[in-house]
């Protein structure tokens, strides 16, 4: 396709209530809701006609070999022409950073599908326990059911999965790799991936994270003994942790099922929450707050 114009949408957003934007100290600002604020417009010379929505995961390789992953999350037609609204995967990690999103460039450019429901048999039951979205596996624990070298049973819940438990089968093994060696060094997840590659499927886990400890000798009486003392001031010992792992295979199946005992748990929650907030109505700017941060 060729694309003849790109621009940020912000500009083009019609109902800006939808929209919250936090102003940072250095004068920039960062989006936490509505992801039509966080998007690319792209023209291009025909209509698009492929499949939109947050179910349906894209690559987009351009003239200058840039390439960017992410959604589909609208089209239409304008004053100039046939557009999309193309949501970059690492959107809000940029926001985060406070770094410029890849500009893209006028010229040719190719479309990949790389994800959607009908490429792995039963996904469609998560998609739509999932509004539509593929979820995040963010805190996921993994449970190893079978293993063999020709295909395995996987099953994934907890974390931001809530009460859905995932259990994935994995067909006709033709290759893995893990930073850890080994499968069994992932107890828990910060993602899991799922894409189509050129002949085959791919798994891909991660579990990256960061910790901070407190120097080596420190005294942490200091915090009992002094209240008004400045916690900046100490120099914590930074470690990143990161483990991958890729499980490329010919086919992959999928069975959701409802971990009801999680689900009565989060009911119960919830509810006492709603209880807490008829008595304290400060808890319920405590809990849109959270929300803006989840759909962040």
Not at 32 to 39: D, P, T
Not at 175 to 188: T, V
Not at 231 to 250: F, K, P
Request: proline share 3%.
């Amino acid at each position: 396709m060729q694309v003849i114009r790109a621009e940020d949408n912000k500009s083009f957003i019609q109902n800006k209530s939808h929209t919250i934007v936090t102003d940072n100290k250095d004068g920039t600002g960062t989006v936490q809701r509505n992801i039509s604020a966080v998007s690319d417009r792209i023209w291009l010379d025909e209509e698009f006609l492929g499949n939109y929505g947050m179910a349906y995961k894209y690559k987009l390789k351009f003239a200058n070999q840039l390439c960017q992953e992410g959604f589909v999350v609208e089209k239409g037609k304008d004053e100039y022409g046939n557009y999309l609204l193309f949501l970059n995967s690492n959107a809000f990690m940029y926001l985060h950073n406070k770094e410029e999103r890849p500009h893209i460039p006028c010229g040719p450019a190719e479309m990949s599908l790389i994800l959607a429901p009908e490429m792995i048999e039963g996904s469609d039951e998560l998609v739509k326990g999932f509004k539509g979205s593929w979820p995040g596996f963010h805190e996921a624990k993994i449970r190893i059911i079978e293993k063999s070298r020709e295909s395995m049973i996987l099953e994934f819940h907890g974390g931001f999965l809530g009460d859905k438990v995932v259990r994935l089968f994995v067909e006709n093994i033709i290759s893995q790799s893990y930073d850890q060696n080994c499968l069994e060094s992932f107890a828990e997840l910060t993602n899991l991936e799922f894409r189509k590659a050129e002949t085959h499927m791919e798994v891909m886990l991660f579990n990256d994270y960061t910790t901070y400890r407190l120097p080596e000798g420190f005294d942490d009486s200091v915090f009992k003994n002094d209240p008004e003392f400045d916690t900046n001031t100490i120099e914590r010992v930074i470690e990143e942790y990161q483990n991958h792992g890729v499980i490329s295979c010919e086919k992959l199946k999928m069975m959701v099922t409802i971990d009801e005992e999680q689900k009565r748990e989060d009911e119960e929650s919830f509810k006492k929450f709603l209880e807490e907030c008829q008595k304290n109505p400060f808890s319920l700017d405590t809990w849109n707050n959270s929300i803006n941060k989840a759909e962040r």
